[in-house]
Structure formats: structure tokens, C-alpha cells
């Protein structure tokens, strides 16, 4: 069964950092474009960062830029992003995703875990 877990979301003051994880099962992870996306409450999903299937090259979004920074560990199936400067604006339920390097149309989805920044 395929499966990506998000784990170490949680409350954070403003000027904090936190540290997201992603495992990986089901399905052969270095393969995949890793992505996470991210989605406020009210508002729809905007895509964060990404990260190439062999870990080479990595992209963020402009509000995230210099301040996120997105990894991964392809001997343990895993995809992580460290974020370091949060504020209010970073308030998401924050996602996992993955999507076939060659086969675009194979992408897979984790449920999410929780990002409160607030004092």
C-alpha cells in the first residue's frame, strides 16, 4: 500500500523553526519528484518546494526562499523540510507529494500534519 506519512508539525512562536519529515512506502521513492505543498486555512493549495529525484536540485517558492530548506534521504525513503524564520503567514497544513520523474501522471498524496506559528 503506498503511503506518505508526515510527521513534526506542531505550534511554533513566530521567529521559530520546525522541522517536517516525510516517509515513504509502497512504491520505489528515488523515482519520484518530492514536493511539499501547503495549504492556510480558508485558502487553496500553494506548492512550497520541490526537490529532484536524485536530491541534486531544489526550488522554492518566493515566500519561502532563504528561510526553508527542503532534503532527502533516498537509502531511507524519507523527504524532510527544515523551516527557520516562521511567521504567521507559514500558519498550513503542510503536505507530502510525490510524482514520477518520467510518468507525470503518477503522483501520490500524504494526509498532511499541522503548522500553527503563534505566540
Known amino acids: 500500500q503506498v503511503q506518505l506519512v508526515e510527521s513534526g508539525g506542531g505550534l511554533v512562536q513566530p521567529g521559530g523553526s520546525l522541522r517536517l519529515s516525510c516517509e515513504a512506502s509502497g512504491f520505489i521513492f528515488k523515482y519520484y519528484y518530492m514536493n511539499w505543498v501547503r495549504q492556510a486555512p480558508g485558502k487553496g493549495l500553494e506548492w512550497v518546494s520541490s526537490?529532484?529525484?536524485?536530491?541534486?536540485?531544489?526550488y522554492y517558492a518566493d515566500s519561502v526562499k532563504g528561510r526553508f530548506t527542503i532534503s532527502r534521504d533516498n537509502a531511507k525513503n524519507t523527504v524532510a523540510l527544515q523551516m527557520d524564520s516562521l511567521n504567521s503567514e507559514d500558519t498550513a497544513v503542510y503536505y507530502c507529494?510525490?510524482?514520477?520523474?518520467?510518468?507525470?501522471?503518477?503522483?501520490?498524496w500524504g494526509r498532511g500534519t499541522q503548522v500553527t506559528v503563534s505566540s
Open positions: 507529494h510525490g510524482r514520477h520523474f518520467v510518468r507525470f501522471t503518477i503522483e501520490y
Open positions: 526537490i529532484y529525484n536524485d536530491g541534486g536540485m531544489a
